[in-house]
């Protein structure tokens, strides 16, 4: 949902900016995600610190962190996300921001970001991770969900795209996915330490022998350098 240097992407969202919040209402793996991460949020904001929610849609996990007492920034890079967001949570304080892999002009720095499935979408996403952690106070806090490279569902979509390209489209425009090993020596190396590590996926995620296998991470990791 960021950055106009990929086009593709951000006009994916743009078209589906007014229908973005019932797909939380209406598919699986958009509610396994809002369980999950508000779950995590309900774990780690606390009331009058600094969040940033970076590629914040509609404002949906911008709404619980307001409501979790935090002071919140929110980030996207569709006009029509943030329009919504803006009328959503009038708390907020919420912008476009064109490329998230070089933007570095917060107004404060953070106790708390949230990255919620956009660093696949990101052409240079260690860029990104170094600016968030940057961007954080001491010890801050760093809530992220990313793809899972072993993902059935999404090796399934691939071979149904191979044969109709007009469905699952937003694989045209995601371009990283991750191991969870891959993807915390990822973090490690941007200056985080994981502390929480999990998968996501309404199916998979609580069994398991095949939770590997399920559609997201989701990692909480701690700035340490």
């Known amino acids: 949902m960021l950055q106009k240097k990929q086009n593709n992407a951000v006009d994916f969202h743009e078209e589906l900016a007014s229908g973005w919040s019932k797909k939380y209402k209406n598919s699986h793996y958009f509610q396994e995600r809002f369980k999950v991460i508000t779950s995590i949020l309900k774990r780690v904001a606390v009331p009058h610190t600094n969040w940033l929610d970076a590629g914040c849609g509609d404002g949906i996990f911008s709404t619980v962190l307001i ?26 304080m919420f912008q476009v921001v064109e490329d998230l892999c070089t933007y570095t002009d917060y107004p404060t720095r953070f106790d708390g970001i949230l990255c919620s499935s956009v660093l696949e979408y990101l052409h240079e996403p260690n860029s990104t991770l170094s600016i968030f952690n940057g961007s954080l106070k001491k010890d801050g806090v760093l809530v992220i969900t990313v793809p899972n490279s072993r993902s059935l569902i999404r090796s399934f979509q ?9 469905r699952f489209q937003y694989l045209n425009t995601s371009k ?4 969870q090993t891959d993807f915390q020596a990822v973090l490690n190396q941007a200056g985080f330490r994981v502390v929480i590590k999990d998968y996501i996926d309404p199916y998979f995620s609580n069994l398991p022998l095949v939770k590997k296998y399920s559609a997201l991470m989701l990692f909480v990791a701690v700035k340490v350098e």
């Open 176 to 179: 990283n996915s991750y191991s």
């Open 158 to 166: 691939s071979i149904l795209r191979a044969l109709d390209r007009s």
């Open 67 to 92: 409501e979790l007492g935090a002071n919140l920034h929110g980030v996207d890079g569709s006009n029509k996300m943030i329009a919504l967001a803006k009328d959503k949570e009038p708390k907020g």
